[in-house]
């Protein structure tokens, strides 16, 4: 089944505790990106990647970090959590950016 | 950054009723991404526009992509249910290599049966 996994499904952490959130497609995908989901604020793009090794800033990269080091695999890890990053992440893979993303399941976080 | 501006916010409508929620840019879009997202779950693509004026269906959903291209809509006709969510546009700014998938807020449906 074509899909994108992500995990942990649900995390809860402690501020300054480094995690890493994993992201892993089956459809050879070479658009990969992370956005984050808040009451209020709709989905933002933290980061973007087109290809393997290419990776750019969405409109709210600051306090995470990205990886593409394999064209399945894009994992997104935060260094050093703060509450202020606690939300609803998500995963998504595509073609191309025009021709929509497939999201993943979601993770959500709660950092204290 | 570049904003979609999506209206309504939420709806509360009766079963069988239609619906029509729109999306608007400041910027011109080349394509319109109309997604849904249920409870617990990831969005999931609905309708993708392509052309200004283009009006394209799914089911009993319709979407339509602006003449000016700044602005998109998406009707869902005698609605049922199932259709609560929150419904997404999207559109992809920059171009080259520089594509990103900028969201709008959402509206979210409530359909009472």
């Known amino acids: 089944e074509a899909q994108v996994t992500q995990n942990p499904r649900y995390l809860i952490t402690v501020t300054g505790k480094k995690l890493t959130v994993t992201c892993s497609q089956n459809?050879?995908?070479?658009?990969m990106s992370w956005y984050r989901q808040d009451p209020g604020l709709g989905l933002r793009q933290i980061y973007y990647s087109m290809n393997v090794e290419v990776t750019d800033k969405g409109d709210v990269p600051e306090g995470y970090k990205v990886s593409r080091k394999e064209k399945r695999n894009f994992p997104l890890i935060l260094e050093s959590p703060s509450p202020n990053q606690t939300s609803l992440y998500f995963c998504?893979?595509?073609?191309?950016?025009?021709?929509?993303?497939?999201f993943g399941s979601g993770t959500r976080l709660t950092v204290v | 950054g570049q904003q979609l501006n999506q209206s309504p916010q939420s709806m509360f409508i009766q079963e069988g009723e239609d619906v029509s929620m729109n999306c608007t840019s400041s910027?011109?879009?080349?394509?319109w991404l109309w997604y849904k997202q249920e409870p617990g779950e990831g969005p999931v693509l609905l309708i993708a526009l392509y052309k200004a004026g283009e009006l394209t269906s799914n089911g009993r959903l319709t979407a339509q992509f602006g003449i000016t291209r700044k602005d998109s809509f998406l009707n869902i006709s005698a609605s049922i249910p199932s259709d609560v969510g929150i419904y997404f546009c999207a559109g992809p700014m920059g171009g080259g290599s520089n594509y990103k998938l900028t969201f709008g807020k959402g509206t979210l449906l409530t359909v009472n049966p």
């Open positions: 998504a893979s595509s073609t191309g950016a025009d021709h929509g993303y497939t």
């Open positions: 459809m050879n995908h070479e658009y």
């Open positions: 910027s011109i879009f080349n394509t």
